[in-house]
């Protein structure tokens, strides 16, 4: 079962900042917080995980509020090929690999 | 450096018949995990292994079953296939288990 609650579906501009939230209120203290996105009929593909310090990769930015509890993943300038599913998964690291996705929020850059 | 590869990226079977899916991991990774996805239950782990061994397994029937090899090539097997059964099937791999996975392209099983 999914940790995670995330919005269905999202909109962008292209060229401006996408801002996905990911709500994880019952992570616990040893949980990472990882993101993969999904374009249509391909396989997932791994864009950033953190603990509790913010993260920046050539990516995206993942910010997690001081409590855990919630992130953002920040697409800076989207392009319409950032058009995906996007995938926030709680799991604990060093342990095994079983992810457990949820639904996804499914984001639209529109031109 | 090569990517996740998935053997064959497209299968149709016959309910009752039985399918082996093959996936060869990026050069180096020694873990390697399978998932289903469906249009209803989206994306579920099937079964991870490591070093030739199951480490993990997902909610699935005994029908589903996998295999590693020494060089980390992985195979996973449906025997008695439900029309349910038709997916698209990830694999990932990984350095070990709990690192970062990569997903290769899929393989999408039609079962007729």
């Known amino acids: 079962d999914a940790k995670t609650t995330q919005p269905t579906s999202m909109d962008c501009a292209e060229g401006r900042a996408a801002n996905l939230p990911c709500n994880h209120s019952?992570?616990?203290?040893?949980?990472?917080v990882y993101w993969y996105r999904q374009i249509h009929s391909q396989g997932p593909q791994y864009i950033i995980h953190?603990?509790?310090n913010n993260e920046t990769n050539e990516m995206a930015s993942l910010i997690i509020t001081e409590d855990r509890k919630s992130s953002t993943l920040i697409l800076p300038h989207a392009t319409l090929r950032d058009t995906a599913v996007y995938y926030c998964?709680?799991?604990?690291?060093?342990?095994?690999?079983?992810?457990?996705f949820g639904a996804g929020t499914r984001l639209t850059v529109k031109p | 450096k090569a990517g996740v590869t998935q053997t064959p990226r497209y299968l149709i079977k016959t309910r009752g018949q039985q399918v082996t899916l093959s996936c060869s991991p990026i050069?180096?990774?020694?873990?390697v995990s399978w998932y289903q996805q469906t249009p209803g239950q989206g994306l579920q782990f099937l079964f991870e292994?490591?070093?030739?061994?199951?480490?993990n397994k997902g909610n699935f029937p005994g029908r589903f079953s996998g295999r590693q090899f020494s060089n980390s090539r992985s195979e996973m097997n449906v025997s008695t296939l439900e029309l349910g059964d038709s997916a698209l099937y990830l694999c990932?791999?990984?350095?070990?288990?709990?690192?970062?996975?990569?997903f290769g392209p899929g393989t999408r099983l039609t079962v007729l």
């Open positions: 292994y490591f070093s030739e061994t199951q480490r």
């Open positions: 050069s180096g990774h020694r873990s």
């Open positions: 998964i709680v799991r604990l690291q060093y342990n095994n690999n079983d992810m457990r």
């Open positions: 019952t992570i616990s203290g040893n949980e990472y």
């Open positions: 990932a791999s990984s350095l070990a288990s709990g690192y970062e996975q990569f």
């Open positions: 953190g603990l509790k």
